[in-house]
């Protein structure tokens, strides 16, 4: 069994390779936050609907432990200890299936 890098070091990591990494950009943290579904397995999934013209990606998370890790990743990435949701960040289209 692989260690796996802790949630800091991961959002560190990630936004190194982002480069020019803007804490203020949803659509940024939204990528973090879909690479970490994969790199820690989990359950949640991020889907993806086309409405018109319109982009809707919403959230289905799948316990309230994903819940808090993907909030966790989220601060870390914007910097932003408590004032930052899912949310926010998903434009209200998070839903809990816990």
């Known amino acids: 069994m692989s260690s796996k890098k802790s ?3 991961f ?3 990630m936004i190194h390779t982002i480069g020019d990494f803007d804490s203020g950009n949803h659509n940024q943290i939204k990528e973090i936050i879909r690479k970490a579904i994969d790199y820690y ?3 949640t999934v991020e889907r ?3 409405v018109g013209n319109k982009r809707i990606e919403t959230l289905y998370l ?3 432990a994903e819940e808090n890790m993907l909030l966790k990743l ?3 990435a914007s910097g932003n200890e408590g004032e930052i949701g899912l949310e926010v ?4 289209c998070v839903v809990r299936r816990h």
Do not use: C, N, P, T
């Open 7 to 9: 949630f800091e070091q």
């Open 41 to 43: 397995d989990l359950r």
């Open 89 to 92: 960040i998903y434009d209200s």
């Open 48 to 50: 993806v609907e086309e």
């Open 11 to 13: 959002v560190q990591d």
């Open 74 to 76: 989220a601060r870390f």
């Open 62 to 64: 799948e316990s309230m």
